[in-house]
């Protein structure tokens, strides 16, 4: 079940639904998708690093808007339904 941002897997779709800044002041704009690649953790200033296909998103829990907008994930990010393979179509 997703709650935080550290709950996505390898693959997982979201999608942005409201604007925020990341620690290095990267807007992160309202109805961008990205798709989660991994994560890395520093445990001296609790930062990640989240990976997506897209870029990179960098939040530290020592930057009390980024500790925000992590712990509160429901309320800036959707979680996009997975397409199971076998309902994919071929268009020839």
Not at 44 to 59: A, K, P, Q, V
Not at 85 to 91: P, Q, V
């Amino acid at each position: 079940m997703y709650s935080q941002l550290n709950d996505l897997v390898a693959g997982d779709k979201i999608r942005v639904i409201k604007e925020f800044k990341d620690f290095d002041g990267q807007a992160i704009p309202v109805d961008s998708i990205w798709t989660f690649k991994e994560y890395s953790y520093f445990p001296y200033d609790g930062g990640y690093t989240l990976y997506f296909d897209e870029g990179t998103m960098r939040m530290a829990e020592i930057s009390e808007s980024d500790y925000y907008v992590f712990s509160h994930a429901h309320e800036y990010f959707v979680l996009l339904p997975a397409v199971p393979k076998d309902t994919w179509t071929s268009h020839r």
